[in-house]
C-alpha cells in the first residue's frame, strides 16, 4: 500500500513538473475552440473592470463557453475538470450541495448558515450554493474560479474564494443561434438552444436559451424494486440589451425546476455488529454493496425545486467615469422527501423538508477610466435575504417503542425563518508607478444583522420539545487585501498579495437535544500568496503558479453527530500549497491543458472537535487534517483536431481528474476515509466549417467506482452508506451553429 501511494505521489509530481515544462493557463482555455496554433488574450472581470487575464494578481481559472461546451461540462459540480483545489458534489437534495476550494469546505443544509465561497451568476450573489449548483450551466460565456479571499470587492461569503458564472450578452448587430441535442445510456435526452440578434440595430437586441435534461435511474432499489435517482431539469433565460452613447442597461430574467428522485443511500461498509434497531445488516445487503448500486431504503428521495430571478444593470458614462446599478430580485423553494435511515426497516421515513428563500440585492459602483495611473472602484452594497425552513421527521412503525412518546405521531417538527440584512461600502485601487510596476489596496466595511424565530416540537426522545426561541445577532468587519504586480515582460508578470477574509456567524436551526450552542461566531483569515502568471514561444506556451498560506481563526466547522448536523468554531487552521496550471499548443489543431495543485490544511488549534463513533466527548483535533481536504488534485485534457476534407474535420478530445484521499466526516472516522481515486472523460467526432458538429461521448469512460460521501446510518450499529458517483455514460450529441 505503501508503494502504491508513494507511485501516486511520484505520479502527480510528474504532473506538476510536466505541467511547468509545458505552460498555458487554463484561463486562456477562450481560445481552445480557435484552431490557431496560439493562445489568445483572455479578458475577466475579476476585480469588477474587464482586464488582461494576465494582469490581475488573483489565482484565476476562467473556461470559456467554448471550452465547457468542447469538454461537455454541463453542469456547475463538473468545474472539478478545470479548475485546481477545487471540488463540488450534491450530498442528496439540492440544499446539501458541497463546495470545497483549497482545502476549505462549505455546505449549507440550513438558513443559519453562510457559505466560506461565494457563488455569483452575472454579478449577483447567490445567497444559498444551491441556487446555482442545481442549475445546469445554460448559454454561458465564461465562468471565472477565484481562489483566496475575495471579500473587497465581493463580500463577506468569499473568505475562501469564489465561482462566477457570467452568461452571453444579447447580439445587436447579427441573428445567430445554437443548438445541441443529446442521447445516451440510462435513457439520457438532453436539449440546448439559443437565439440572439437585434431588435433595433445597434441600440436594441434580445437573446432567448433553453435547456431540458432527462435520465433515467443510475441505483436500483431492491426494496420497492424499480430504479431511482434519476434526473429530470428545465431552465429557460431571456435577455434584452439596450446601448447609446452614454447609456446601456441590461435586463435578464430566469427561470429552471427540477423534479428528480434522488438521491439513494446505499450500504458502503459494514462493521461487525453492523444492525438496526437490532436486526443485522449484513444478511441483506448486496454482495458488492456500494458499487452493486443498489439501495435498501424502504421510503423514497425526491428533490423537487423551483428557482427564478430577475436582474437589472445599468451603467452611465459620467464624463470619463461609469456609473454602475445591479439591482437583482431572487426567489428559491425546494422541498425534498428523502428515508434518512437508508435501509429497509421503518425506521426514519418520509423526512419532509420544505425550504424556501427571497432574496433582494442592489450595488452601486463609481469606476475610474482604465488608461490613467490611478484606477478605482467605490461602491455601496445592500443585501436583504428572508429565509423559511420547516422540517418533519417522524420515527415510522419499526422503531424502538421505547423512543416514541405513546398515544402520538412519534414526529419532531422544526420550524425557523431568518432574517439576514448586509450593508457595505467598499473601494479598491491601483496606481502603475511605472508601465511595469503596480501596486493595489482595497477595503470593505460590512454590517450583517440577523434574526431567527425557531421553534422545536417533539412527540419522541430522540430530540427534546424545546419551544420557541427568538433570537438575533450582528456582526461587523473590515476586510482588506493589498498587492503588487511587476510586469518583467509584456508575457510575463509576477505578483504578491495579502487579503483578510471574513464570514458572518450564525444559526443552527436544526434539530436539537437542548439550545447550546445554538448561535456560533464569525469566521475570520488571512490570505499570503505569489503568482507568476507567464506566456513564451510566441504564446504556444504559458504557465500559472500560485504559491498560499491561508489561516483561519473561529473556523466554522459541520460535523453529524448521528442524528443531525452540528457546528462548531474550530479556534485555528492553515491551509498551504501551491497550484500550477499550464497549457501547451506545440503544434497546429493539437492541444493540451494541465492543473494540479498540493494542499496541506490541518488544524492547528481545535481542541473540541467531534469524536469517532464509539469515543464519548470532544476530541482534540489539534494537528490533524482537514476533513473534505484532498492533499493532491490534478485535472488535464488533450484534444486534437486536424481537416480529413475541404469542409470537414475531425477530433478527439480526452480529459482526466483526480482527487488524492480525504475524511469525509471532521471526527476522522478512518471508516469514512473514501480513497484517491480519478475519473476518464472521451468523446470523439466531426465538424464542418459552417457550425455542423457530431460527436460520441462517453463520462467516466472506465466506469470508474467511487463515492462521493459517506456516513454511519442514523441511529445504527456499525452500519456505513454513503452516495455513488456517477457510472459510465456514453452516447452522441449532434450540435449547430447558425
Request: hydrophobic share 35%; net charge neutral; glycine share 10%.
Amino acid at each position: 500500500m505503501m508503494a502504491l501511494r508513494g507511485r501516486r505521489v511520484s505520479l502527480l509530481a510528474g504532473g506538476v513538473l510536466t505541467a511547468a515544462a509545458v505552460a498555458l493557463p487554463p484561463a486562456a482555455m477562450a481560445a481552445e475552440d480557435s484552431g490557431g496554433s496560439t493562445v489568445g488574450e483572455v479578458v475577466v472581470t475579476a476585480q469588477k473592470r474587464a482586464e488582461n487575464v494576465k494582469d490581475v494578481p488573483i489565482a484565476i481559472t476562467a473556461a470559456s463557453g467554448e471550452t465547457l461546451e468542447a469538454r461537455q461540462i454541463t453542469n456547475f459540480h463538473d468545474l472539478v475538470r478545470v479548475a485546481p483545489s477545487f471540488n463540488s458534489n450534491q450530498l442528496g437534495d439540492a440544499r446539501a450541495s458541497a463546495m470545497n476550494l483549497r482545502g476549505v469546505s462549505s455546505t449549507q443544509g440550513n438558513p443559519g448558515r453562510h457559505s466560506s465561497l461565494g457563488v455569483f451568476v452575472d454579478g449577483v450573489f447567490m445567497a444559498r450554493t444551491g441556487m446555482a449548483s442545481s442549475q445546469d450551466f445554460l448559454d454561458i460565456e465564461r465562468i471565472e474560479v477565484l481562489r483566496g479571499p475575495q471579500g473587497t470587492l465581493f463580500g463577506m461569503n468569499t473568505a475562501a474564494g469564489l465561482v462566477h458564472i457570467i452568461t452571453r450578452k444579447p447580439d445587436m448587430n447579427a441573428f445567430g443561434g445554437y443548438g445541441e441535442v443529446v442521447y445516451g445510456n440510462y435513457n439520457l435526452i438532453e436539449g440546448r438552444a439559443r437565439i440572439s440578434g437585434p431588435i433595433i440595430a445597434d441600440t436594441l437586441g434580445f437573446s432567448l436559451s433553453a435547456g431540458a435534461k432527462s435520465r433515467g435511474g443510475f441505483t436500483y432499489n431492491a426494496t420497492t424494486g424499480r430504479d431511482v435517482d434519476d434526473e429530470k431539469k428545465f431552465s429557460v433565460r431571456g435577455k434584452l440589451f439596450y446601448s447609446s452613447e452614454n447609456f446601456d442597461a441590461l435586463l435578464s430574467a430566469d427561470y429552471a425546476k427540477e423534479d428528480t428522485e434522488c438521491c439513494a443511500a446505499v450500504v458502503y461498509k459494514l462493521l461487525p455488529g453492523a444492525s438496526l434497531n437490532g436486526v443485522p445488516t449484513a444478511p441483506i445487503a448486496p454482495p458488492g454493496l456500494a458499487y452493486d448500486r443498489v439501495t435498501l431504503q424502504s421510503g423514497i428521495n425526491t428533490n423537487p425545486v423551483r428557482g427564478d430571478g430577475i436582474s437589472l444593470e445599468m451603467n452611465w458614462t459620467v464624463g470619463d467615469h461609469t456609473f454602475t446599478s445591479l439591482t437583482a430580485k431572487r426567489f428559491w423553494t425546494l422541498q425534498p422527501l428523502n428515508d434518512p435511515d437508508a435501509l429497509p426497516q421503518r425506521f426514519i421515513d418520509n423526512f419532509l423538508i420544505d425550504q424556501g428563500h427571497h432574496q433582494f440585492s442592489q450595488e452601486f459602483r463609481l469606476t475610474s477610466p482604465s488608461d490613467g495611473r490611478l484606477n478605482y472602484i467605490v461602491g455601496l452594497f445592500y443585501f436583504d435575504r428572508r429565509s423559511t425552513d420547516y422540517e418533519d421527521i417522524r420515527l415510522g412503525p419499526d422503531a424502538p417503542a421505547a423512543l416514541k412518546i405513546p398515544g402520538t405521531n412519534a414526529a419532531t417538527i422544526t420550524d425557523a425563518r431568518v432574517k439576514d440584512r448586509t450593508y457595505s461600502i467598499f473601494g479598491h485601487a491601483s496606481y502603475h508607478w511605472t508601465d511595469k510596476f503596480t501596486t493595489s489596496i482595497g477595503l470593505r466595511y460590512t454590517h450583517e444583522p440577523q434574526s431567527v424565530v425557531f421553534n422545536q416540537t417533539s412527540n419522541n426522545r430522540v430530540f427534546a420539545n424545546l419551544g420557541a426561541t427568538v433570537d438575533k445577532r450582528s456582526d461587523d468587519a473590515v476586510t482588506w487585501k493589498v498587492d503588487a504586480s511587476y510586469r518583467w515582460t509584456p508575457d510575463l508578470t509576477s505578483y504578491a498579495s495579502v487579503a483578510r477574509g471574513f464570514k458572518p456567524g450564525g444559526f443552527e436551526i436544526t434539530r436539537r437535544s437542548n439550545m447550546r450552542g445554538f448561535q456560533f461566531d464569525p469566521e475570520t483569515n488571512i490570505n499570503y500568496e505569489l503568482g507568476l502568471k507567464g506566456a513564451f514561444l510566441d504564446r504556444r506556451l504559458s504557465l500559472n503558479v500560485a504559491a498560499f498560506y491561508t489561516l483561519y481563526r473561529d473556523f466554522q466547522t459541520l460535523a453529524f453527530n448521528g442524528t443531525s448536523y452540528t457546528t462548531a468554531n474550530a479556534e485555528e487552521f492553515k491551509t498551504q500549497g501551491i497550484e500550477v496550471e499550464a497549457e501547451a499548443r506545440p503544434m497546429d489543431g493539437l492541444w493540451v491543458t494541465m492543473a494540479t495543485s498540493f494542499v496541506d490544511a490541518k488544524y492547528t488549534d481545535f481542541k473540541n472537535g467531534a469524536c469517532p463513533p464509539g469515543v464519548a466527548g470532544v476530541c482534540d483535533l489539534s494537528g490533524k487534517r482537514l476533513n473534505g481536504s484532498a492533499r493532491f488534485n490534478f485535472n488535464g485534457a488533450v484534444r486534437y483536431e486536424r481537416p480529413v476534407t475541404d469542409t470537414w474535420s475531425a477530433y478527439t478530445l480526452v480529459d482526466y481528474h483526480y482527487k488524492s484521499s480525504v475524511y469525509i466526516g471532521q471526527n476522522l472516522d478512518p471508516n469514512t476515509r473514501r480513497g484517491g481515486y480519478g475519473v476518464f472523460n472521451g468523446r470523439i467526432g466531426v465538424r464542418d466549417n459552417d457550425g455542423l458538429s457530431i460527436e460520441a461521448f462517453a463520462n467516466n469512460l472506465l466506469n470508474r467506482d467511487y463515492v462521493n460521501f459517506m456516513f454511519l446510518a442514523p441511529l445504527s450499529q456499525a452500519t456505513y452508506v454513503g452516495y455513488v458517483g456517477a457510472p459510465r455514460v456514453y452516447g452522441m450529441r449532434m450540435s449547430k451553429r447558425f
